[in-house]
């Protein structure tokens, strides 16, 4: 079904295409009775596989990762679909409209988009009058950037502000400071600027704890293309300020097996299947560092269980998925719960994170388990 609503989507432009499949559900989700239907066909045979991190219990470790509601405008529907959670954004202080079309280009030979989309968005207060109009059916992240005309040196000030603002509506807030396609926001992931923006969200979020009296945990959204010394000194930073987690990765400006493809060569952020080794090892060297201390959310180039499994394996605590959800449909979902589901039984364990520890303790039962489609 999704394969032939698919092949029609990807005849046209790829954002009209992103808008027609929003459009379309939104509607149907209106329907009387079709959110029930929806949620039935997602959750049948999908068992139930909870997980806590950064103190939050996640009915599932797989997530959707930022980007796709962007403004937080279908929380309900792409819940339906039986994701553990959802992450909204990323979101500015003030709307802007982003970069000139086109900014998003499907490589469907590669499974992989490049976007140059540049935070369209409609800015932190409209992010959450539809956040609370639609309620929150799981645990949302709220995901948060700074305004392109906002210059370097009070990139901070943005931070915090979206911070003060979307506080009290997120189960956790991510902080982007890896996408490539707002100039210098990649460079907040140098020590002296990383450890400025940490020390300040982290002072902020003392005071709205106490203000609120809710702790929301604060995640760092890094991106792929860092070196060895780089992963290092983020997780220094990260250790040092008490960051709740860190989300691994955005895009990579890299273009990974892709010398053939003429879409390659277009500017932006690359996602999708030529990523998913580039963030697993992004994962694995910080996991190194970290060694549990942080939680980690895996991201990039998770097409099926065997991949999330593989990025938990690294270090991972929670999954997300973006471009594997656009190639594969909703039903990539359920099937990475149920795969890994399979593996926690398998290994005669009581949950995943027990499963996870003991695969990563023991390479050859890791292949057994590994074994499992
Ligand atoms: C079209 C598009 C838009 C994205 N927008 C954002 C964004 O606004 N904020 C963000 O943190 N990541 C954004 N991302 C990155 C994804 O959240 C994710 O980190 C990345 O795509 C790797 O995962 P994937 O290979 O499963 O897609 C975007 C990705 C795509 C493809």
Redesign the pocket.
Same mark, same amino acid.
């Given at each position: 079904m999704y394969k032939l609503l698919r092949a029609m989507l990807f005849r046209l432009d790829a954002e009209t295409s992103?808008r027609l499949a929003f459009a379309a559900l939104d509607l149907l989700h209106r329907l009387p009775g079709a959110s029930r239907i929806a949620r039935a066909i997602c959750s049948r045979n999908a068992p139930s596989l909870p997980v806590s991190v950064m103190g939050l219990t996640f009915p599932n470790p797989v997530g959707l990762?930022?980007?796709?509601d962007?403004n937080a405008e279908h929380i309900q529907p792409l819940s339906d679909f039986g994701f553990g959670f959802l992450?909204v954004?990323?979101v500015t202080p003030r709307p802007q409209p982003g970069n000139p079309r086109p900014r998003?280009f499907r490589l469907a030979r590669h499974a992989?988009?490049v976007?140059r989309?540049g935070?369209n &968005?409609v800015g932190v207060y409209r992010l959450i009058t539809n956040l609370v109009r639609q309620g929150k059916p799981c645990p949302v992240g709220i995901?948060i950037?700074k305004n392109r005309d906002t210059p370097a040196e009070r990139s901070v000030d943005d931070y915090l502000s979206a911070l003060q603002a979307v506080y009290a509506h997120a189960d956790y807030v991510?902080v982007?400071v890896?996408?490539p396609n707002t100039p210098g926001l990649r460079d907040l992931q140098n020590e002296q600027d990383l450890d400025a923006l940490l020390r300040a969200l982290k002072a902020e979020q003392a005071v709205l704890a106490e203000k609120h009296g809710r702790y929301v945990p604060i995640a760092l959204?890094i991106a792929p293309d860092l070196d060895d010394a780089q992963i290092a000194a983020i997780a220094g930073r990260v250790l040092e300020h008490h960051f709740d987690a860190v989300?691994a990765? &955005?895009?990579t400006v890299t273009r990974p097996g892709l010398a053939q493809e003429p879409l390659a060569a277009q500017a932006g952020?690359l996602?999708?299947?030529p990523?998913?080794t580039l963030?697993t090892e992004i994962i694995r060297k910080l996991h190194a560092h970290l060694r549990g201390r942080v939680p980690i959310i895996g991201?990039?180039?998770?097409?099926s269980a065997g991949d999330a499994w593989e990025k938990l394996l690294a270090g991972a605590d929670l999954i997300?998925?973006?471009?594997?959800?656009?190639y594969e449909g909703p039903r990539l979902v359920r099937e990475i719960v149920r795969g890994l589901a399979e593996r926690v039984a398998a290994a005669g364990c009581r949950d995943l994170p027990e499963a996870v520890a003991r695969a990563r303790n023991s390479a050859p039962a890791a292949s057994v388990i590994e074994g499992i489609s």
């Open positions: 992103h990762a930022a980007g796709l962007k992450e954004g990323t998003l992989a988009i976007n989309m935070f &968005n995901n950037g991510a982007n890896s996408s959204k989300i990765t &955005n895009t952020g996602s999708g299947r990523l998913k963030s991201v990039g180039g998770v097409e997300q998925i973006y471009t594997g959800f656009i």
